[in-house]
């Protein structure tokens, strides 16, 4: 079964500085992978998906991540922080077609420091 | 506009009282599912449902019932067998159920029971 791990349930950075936020997955078959975002008392927006076309994708609001296979990771990142960046971040795992779910990290919520 | 509306966005109860949290899309959408969200757990499916008139046990099941009589509605029954029940509860939805589909998130109720 595949799992998802979120290094981080608080990371801070400063504005204007590189946003981190790692991810790392478990899966017996090529995977797919999700991030979302949350914003205070609303639901989830997807930020960027990978489905094994190319291992760098770019998402909305400047987000990008590398999918790598070798580290088994899925790494957000964005090169400048902004104050509106302040939310929580969900990576999330699925099978693809062996399995209709897909399964959510703990999450991290990204400080943004003034 | 499509997308996924859930109402009330909160909504208080007395202990041992059963409540109904509503679920509905217009984005023609065949899977529907249900989160509970509590902090530092990340999402937990509760129940989804690939089909009209079919639907799944997710991996919190119990205390809580679902129906699906229509394409676009899909509520979600908090019973009073549900041992802690205050949490907020997300809707989603995907064009068919199935990992590489990402889902659309409402925007959530926030159920508090006293």
């Known amino acids: 079964a595949q799992s998802v791990t979120q290094l981080g349930s608080h990371v801070s950075v400063s504005e204007g500085a590189l946003v981190l936020l790692r991810c790392n997955y478990s899966s017996s078959v090529p995977p797919y992978l999700f991030w979302y975002v949350q914003y205070p008392n609303q639901g989830l927006q997807l930020l960027l998906k990978y489905t094994s076309a190319a291992t760098l994708v770019k998402g909305i609001n400047g987000f990008e991540a590398e999918f790598k296979k070798s580290e088994t990771s899925f790494h957000l990142t964005k090169p400048s922080a902004h104050m509106r960046d302040a939310a929580e971040y969900f990576c999330a795992v699925s099978d693809g077609e062996r399995d209709d779910k897909i399964i959510f990290g703990k999450g991290t919520r990204l400080h943004i420091l003034p | 506009d499509g997308g996924i509306t859930q109402s009330p966005k909160y909504l208080f109860r007395k202990e041992g009282q059963n409540v109904t949290l509503s679920c509905e899309q217009n984005l023609n959408h065949d899977a529907m599912y249900w989160y509970r969200q509590d902090p530092g757990q990340g999402l937990r499916l509760i129940y989804y449902s690939q089909i009209v008139n079919d639907f799944q046990k997710g991996d919190i099941a119990e205390g809580y019932s679902v129906s699906r009589e229509k394409k676009e509605s899909f509520p979600l029954t908090v019973t009073s067998a549900q041992k802690n029940p205050t949490a907020f509860y997300l809707c989603?939805?995907?064009?068919?159920?199935?990992?590489?589909?990402?889902?659309?998130f409402g925007p959530g109720t926030r159920l508090t029971v006293t």
């Open positions: 989603a939805s995907s064009i068919v159920a199935g990992g590489t589909y990402e889902q659309y």
